[in-house]
């Protein structure tokens, strides 16, 4: 098979803020006189939209939740984030792999980005950093119910791509994925798909045992092998 499609995580491998999100919904819950777990943070938030990470958490700690309410919260959410993004002289982006992407028309090759995060926070960040003119489809947390790690959200993304492209046809085992978590690495295996970990975010042998590759850097990455790897599939 041949190499024609990258798919790209976002918090983790593009842009280093999953404390920034934590501390805003730590932020949200203080205003509404509860108390903060890092648990519940780690296992309702991470990799979801704000909309359904909310909704478990309050709905966990007792709170009737209305369609209204979330409403509120996720907007307060993602303009408090975006103010704290303007309010810092640079963006904690992973430069290396903007360069990366920024190689990618020379390649031939068309990008997805798969995220958990809003579709706001990432246009507002792909924006500023000048890469939204490289990304053919977006995936974000308001496209897909299911968390990681279920494929639910890549499988939309080749699925996009087919559809934007329709002599592209896409298969999974065209696609390469790039994450930072056991989680979503997970997921994307479960597409059926190639997948490269990234140690942004944990280190190098708990992606190593999941991952078909492991980088420290993404300019570490051998596009030409994989194509090789493919191509014997």
Same mark, same amino acid.
């Given at each position: 098979m041949t190499l024609k499609a990258i798919l790209f995580d976002f918090s983790g491998v593009i842009i280093n803020d999953e404390n920034i999100h934590r501390q805003?919904?730590?932020? $949200? $819950?203080?205003g509404e006189n509860l108390r903060?777990?890092?648990?519940?943070? /780690?296992?309702?938030?991470?990799?979801? +939209? #704000?909309?359904? +990470?909310?909704? #478990?958490? $309050?709905?966990?700690?007792? =709170?009737?939740?209305s369609s209204d309410y979330l409403d509120r919260l996720s907007i307060k959410k993602a303009q408090? /984030?975006?103010?704290?993004?303007?309010?810092?002289?640079?963006?904690? !982006?992973y430069e290396t792999v903007i360069g990366f992407i920024r190689q990618m028309p020379e390649k031939c090759l068309h990008l997805a980005l798969v995220t958990g995060a809003s579709k706001d926070e990432v246009e507002f960040? !792909?924006? =500023?950093?000048?890469? %939204?003119?490289?990304?053919?489809?977006?995936?974000?947390?308001?496209? &897909?119910k299911a968390r990681q790690p279920q494929p639910d959200a890549y499988l939309l993304a080749m699925y996009k791509l087919n559809?934007? /492209?329709?002599?592209?046809? !896409?298969?999974?085992?065209? +696609?390469?994925?790039?994450?930072?978590?056991? %989680?979503?690495?997970?997921? %994307?295996?479960?597409?059926?798909?190639?997948v490269v970990g990234i140690t942004h975010t944990y280190p190098f042998h708990m992606l190593h045992r999941k991952? #078909?590759? +492991?980088?420290? /850097?993404?300019?570490? !990455? #051998?596009?030409?092998? &994989?194509?090789? &790897?493919?191509?014997?599939?």
């Open positions: 805003l919904i730590n932020d $949200l $819950l203080i903060p777990s890092g648990d519940d943070y /780690y296992n309702l938030c991470f990799g979801r +939209c #704000d909309r359904f +990470c909310l909704k #478990d958490i $309050l709905e966990k700690k007792g =709170r009737v939740v408090d /984030y975006r103010l704290m993004i303007e309010g810092m002289e640079t963006i904690p !982006l960040i !792909l924006d =500023r950093a000048k890469i %939204a003119e490289y990304f053919d489809v977006i995936v974000t947390g308001e496209d &897909v559809a934007k /492209y329709p002599d592209l046809q !896409l298969k999974p085992n065209n +696609c390469l994925v790039i994450e930072d978590t056991p %989680a979503g690495i997970e997921g %994307a295996k479960k597409a059926q798909m190639q991952a #078909d590759w +492991c980088v420290d /850097y993404l300019a570490e !990455l #051998d596009l030409d092998l &994989v194509s090789q &790897v493919l191509a014997r599939d």
